[in-house]
């Protein structure tokens, strides 16, 4: 028999590998293949020192990658061989802080099954404790102060914990060997219950109690301010039109869709058309808000999403959700669940916030005392064809999904990106590593920036950067570019202006792994963008890489009279864009209809003397005037809400198309829709009904599309094509564009980690700011 060579092993371990059982996992395998050494956490990720044969630390190695536990995701494993250094066991030793050292930090994770089904267990000590957890789920990101990650700097350091929990956390055969939050009944966070009729909140030992008086509060129509992971939700009762009309008019909400929370799948299907790639992002361990095609004949009122034929459902993720929908007399089948705030405010956080915020919202507060370091919003995502298989598309990237980086082409000094005005995200990066923010939200007041500022800050001690370079969108009113103004004068350090539309489409790059080494063409769809010449960008194509872009077609320019409060007025940007055009004002025409004649003249007179009346190129803009022509909606109360209703009437199996041309301009083609207009109008005294005017509408869109991505291609020899921008969430639009271009022989990207919307840009400007570095 061959004589086993012996050796060691020093192992480095990078990604979201704390938090998550990582060291249990080592130390169980380790002691396994019979292997002597430790597993420690770092600053910088996770370290292991190991001796024994070769055969089996080879087999370690292999382990390590292929059995990792399930919430982890090693993003680098580096191996250095060395001699044994004569271990004589293998332990889990103390945690060290490194010089400089950081590492990804997990995500907050819904509640895994063996908690779930310990938590149902009448035998069980935790049997109904709404903060059950262990190391496979629970709060992370939102209660970690610095890393490592340990107790001590988490919002649990102040719940010290009884011998039962102290076994449990200390035993690394335990699941809840170092699971940070780790508590129980007798030592950990507790939750009660305060109305508007309270003196005192109700006693915080009967669990049980609180949670029937909130479900038969909820039955009685009342509006529940519910603290969870990442702040308050404001809830009530789905099923009841007059509750739900309530919150809305107590949150200023006038029609913008509720999230709904639902007990389980079965219930789910009740309501809406469940396919298995979304029931697989249901039950996923982010626990993300989904949009689902809603079910005719639901019971859910229609109050919850007005004019819309998707409602966005989630799955419980916390124990206390659970709890809420136990089976007693006073079940309840389906929660809205929306952001504990008014409207365009960051969502409350902290129990004297709330008390104060939405004491005028919430007819009572279901409270805990565990203390949320970060507030953090429900992901919004949805699943898309792509043609070949159905993929995830994020519309807003925050719990469940933040902050997990994206991992960039190439390595670079660290840099701060600070994103747009809408749908905020800013990006920090730490050599590939590109850590895009949790939802920040509209940047439209005081408090919004004061969390955006905060964020930052925290983002920056977190994975100890110091940025060289800041990014910023070249709109000069915007909060997040004055910020970046700010700290390019305080801290001495460099600057880049990137142009919105160019950051859309490196987001989309950077995200799929492009390096940059040739272009692609980039159609960048949106609402709103500085564009380079001063006028609002939204319909553009270009040859783009992260050096540089060039602008070879756009919409047809077209003004905003008004400019912000022509966004409002989808009849007003009609009007105008007839009024361009050449097109009657026909009294038939809702618009028209919907000004009086003397606001008409007013609305003529400044276009003639162009008066706050910028010039636009926006395809956002272009959906408001054609839905607003076809009488869908005159004026909205959300963004994009008349586009979105358009959408959602558009008939599937319409194949005509309104025909918008190309003609050259002075250096770039332009994307007419004079003809496509009015073809529309023609349709509508036709009376053709409206899906078939949508349908049309998307098509030809679609169409012209696919018309001039040729032509670049013809001209340039480039096959790839990225969509990015705000517009590509109208899955109609983009469901029949990516079918157009791929059956071309188009190579076609979409974003799949991040939003296409305004919420992905900052990693678009960290990827250009990035490339100006190492260029």
């Given at each position: 028999m061959t004589k086993q060579e012996s050796g060691g092993a020093a192992i480095h371990?990078?990604?979201?590998?704390?938090?998550?059982?990582?060291?249990?996992?080592?130390?169980?395998?380790?002691?396994?293949?019979?292997?002597?050494?430790?597993?420690?956490?770092?600053?910088?990720?996770?370290?292991?020192e190991v001796d024994g044969f070769r055969e089996q630390l080879d087999v370690f190695v292999k382990a390590l990658r292929e059995e990792a536990p399930p919430l982890s995701r090693i993003i680098d494993l580096r191996v250095s061989n060395q001699s044994p250094k004569g271990f004589k066991t293998f332990e889990i030793i103390h945690s060290e802080s490194l010089e400089g050292g950081f590492q990804p930090v997990s995500p907050d994770v819904s509640i895994c099954p063996d908690c779930l089904r310990e938590m149902n267990d009448p035998n069980d000590r935790r049997y109904h404790y709404p903060f059950i957890n262990c190391t496979n789920c629970g709060p992370r990101f939102t209660i970690i102060k610095d890393i490592p990650y340990d107790r001590s700097k988490t919002t649990m350091a102040d719940f010290e914990m009884c011998e039962d929990c102290a076994r449990e956390y200390s035993d690394p055969a335990d699941r809840r060997f170092h699971a940070q939050p780790v508590a129980c009944p007798l030592c950990g966070p507790q939750i009660w219950l305060e109305t508007t009729q309270d003196t005192q909140p109700s006693p915080v030992s009967d669990g049980d109690k609180v949670l029937l008086r909130a479900q038969l509060l909820f039955k009685q129509g009342k509006i529940i301010a519910i603290k969870g992971l990442g702040g308050f939700h404001l809830a009530c009762d789905a099923a009841n039109p007059q509750a739900v009309a309530r919150l809305r008019e107590r949150k200023l909400r006038v029609d913008k869709p509720f999230a709904l929370m639902m007990p389980d799948i079965e219930t789910i299907r009740q309501y809406c058309q469940v396919?298995?790639?979304?029931?697989?992002?249901?039950?996923?361990?982010?626990?993300?808000?989904?949009?689902?095609?809603?079910?005719?004949?639901?019971?859910?009122?229609?109050?919850?999403?007005?004019?819309?034929?998707?409602?966005?459902?989630?799955?419980?993720?916390?124990?206390?959700?659970?709890?809420?929908?136990?089976?007693?007399?006073a079940r309840l089948v389906a929660l809205v669940m929306t952001s504990g705030n008014v409207s365009e405010e960051p969502i409350a956080t902290r129990n004297e916030e709330a008390r104060e915020r939405l004491a005028e919202l919430a007819d009572a507060f279901l409270m805990h005392d565990r203390d949320i370091h970060v507030r953090c919003d429900d992901s919004v995502m949805r699943v898309v064809s792509t043609g070949k298989r159905q993929a995830l598309y994020p519309l807003r990237r925050s719990r469940g999904y933040a902050p997990f980086p994206v991992k960039l082409p190439w390595k670079t000094a660290p840099l701060l990106a600070t994103g747009a005005e809408l749908k905020n995200t800013f990006c920090i990066t730490h050599g590939d590593y590109a850590?895009?923010?949790?939802?920040?939200?509209?940047?439209?007041?005081?408090?919004?920036?004061?969390?955006?500022?905060?964020?930052?800050?925290?983002?920056?001690?977190l994975f100890?950067?110091?940025?060289?370079?800041?990014?910023?969108?070249?709109?000069?009113?915007?909060?997040?570019?004055?910020y970046a103004f700010r700290r390019v004068e305080r801290?001495?350090?460099?600057?880049?202006?990137?142009?919105?539309?160019?950051?859309?489409?490196?987001?989309?790059?950077?995200?799929?792994?492009?390096?940059?080494?040739?272009?692609?063409?980039?159609?960048?769809?949106?609402?709103?963008?500085?564009?380079?010449?001063g006028a609002i960008w939204g319909g553009e194509v270009m040859l783009a890489d992260y050096a540089a872009f060039r602008r070879k077609a756009h919409l047809d320019y077209f003004m905003l009279p008004g400019g912000d409060a022509a966004i409002k007025s989808p009849a007003r940007i009609a009007l105008a864009l007839l009024w361009q055009m050449e097109l009657d004002w026909d009294e038939k025409l809702a618009p028209v209809k919907h000004y009086s004649k003397e606001d008409r003249a007013v609305l003529i007179g400044q276009m003639i003397h162009q008066i706050n009346t910028p010039q636009t190129s926006s395809m956002g803009r272009l959906f408001d005037a054609a839905a607003a022509l076809a009488g869908v909606r005159q004026a909205v109360n959300y963004e994009a809400q008349a586009a979105i209703e358009f959408e959602a009437l558009a008939d599937p199996s319409e194949e005509k198309c309104y025909p918008f041309e190309l003609e050259q301009g002075k250096a770039d083609i332009v994307i007419g829709h004079r003809v496509a207009f009015q073809a529309l109008i023609t349709d509508i005294h036709l009376g053709i009904s409206l899906p078939v005017i949508s349908a049309r509408f998307h098509n030809g869109l679609a169409e012209v599309l696919r018309e001039v991505s040729n032509l670049l291609r013809e001209e340039s020899g480039i096959s790839k094509v990225v969509l990015s921008g705000g517009v590509w969430q109208n899955i109609t639009l983009l469901g029949r564009t990516m079918s157009l271009l791929q059956g071309d022989g188009f190579t076609v990207y979409i974003h799949h980690e991040v939003p296409a919307n305004d919420g992905g840009l900052a990693l678009g400007q960290a990827a250009i700011a990035a490339y100006r570095l190492i260029g």
């Open positions: 371990i990078t990604g979201v590998v704390q938090g998550v059982g990582f060291r249990p996992f080592v130390y169980g395998l380790a002691r396994r293949l019979g292997l002597l050494g430790w597993v420690r956490n770092t600053s910088s990720g996770v370290h292991i396919d298995d790639a979304e029931q697989a992002l249901l039950q996923s361990v982010a626990h993300p808000i989904v949009l689902l095609k809603r079910r005719a004949g639901s019971s859910i009122a229609s109050e919850v999403a007005p004019g819309q034929d998707n409602l966005g459902v989630m799955l419980p993720y916390t124990p206390l959700h659970h709890l809420l929908f136990s089976e007693n007399e850590f895009l923010s949790h939802h920040i939200g509209d940047m439209e007041n005081y408090e919004t920036l004061q969390s955006f500022e905060q964020g930052i800050e925290h983002y920056q001690r100890r950067v110091k940025p060289e370079m800041v990014a910023y969108d070249l709109h000069p009113d915007y909060m997040a570019s004055r801290d001495g350090i460099e600057s880049i202006g990137v142009q919105h539309h160019h950051a859309h489409i490196a987001a989309c790059m950077a995200e799929n792994g492009l390096d940059g080494s040739e272009p692609v063409i980039g159609l960048a769809c949106d609402g709103t963008g500085y564009g380079i010449d």
